[in-house]
């Protein structure tokens, strides 16, 4: 049973709809320079993660960035998709319970939001946008794989066409093909 699930990750479909690719780029264009900013600015890496009170914040912030921006260059160019995505999903299942039910109860070590509703439901629906988009877009890659658009799919192609018996591998034979184009 495990060997199956671990079986489902490492060989994603990659038969979906090409415009998985504009999901991707999304989603791992933001984790990668939400990455690079925990590095540039203390207050949105070491010192945000302290004012949370994440333990060791010297160690988680450096270490939270480095997964956002190796994992989000991975998530844009589709290798691994579903692998990166379950850390990511993690993340942003953390980064919302670790700020939204304060922000509600308006106990949020950090400065409210700068227009109402800065505490409440409201607040919390207003605030919890960019987590929630972030987390729907990890689960769809999660779910539904990498898209034909993907060095997983050109990966996979050569590995697929091999065990199918077709002979040679189809990104040499049909590179269109293998790109996910017709």
Excluded at 42 to 47: F, I, L
Excluded at 109 to 134: C, N, T
Aim: net charge positive.
């Amino acid at each position: 049973m495990i060997q199956r699930y671990w079986s489902r990750l490492l060989h994603p479909p990659v038969d979906g709809p090409a415009a998985t690719l504009l999901i991707r780029l999304m989603a791992g264009g933001v984790f990668f320079w939400e990455g690079i900013l925990k590095f540039v600015y203390v207050n949105q890496g070491v010192g945000r993660f302290a004012k949370l009170g994440i333990p060791f914040p010297l160690a988680t912030a450096p270490f939270v960035g480095w997964l956002e921006i190796i994992g989000g260059l991975l998530l844009m160019l589709g290798l691994g998709t579903r692998l990166v995505a379950i850390p990511f999903v993690i993340e942003m299942l953390v980064a919302m319970l670790s700020t939204k039910p304060r922000l509600f109860l308006g106990t949020l070590p950090l400065p409210p939001p700068p227009a109402p509703p800065q505490l409440g439901i409201w607040a919390v629906l207003h605030e919890i946008r960019s987590e929630y988009a972030q987390l729907m877009s990890c689960l769809f890659l999660l779910l539904s794989g990498p898209g034909p658009r993907s060095l997983d799919a050109a990966y996979l192609a050569p590995r697929e066409a091999a065990v199918d018996g077709r002979g040679g591998p189809a990104s040499w034979r049909e590179p269109r093909r293998a790109l996910g184009r017709r």
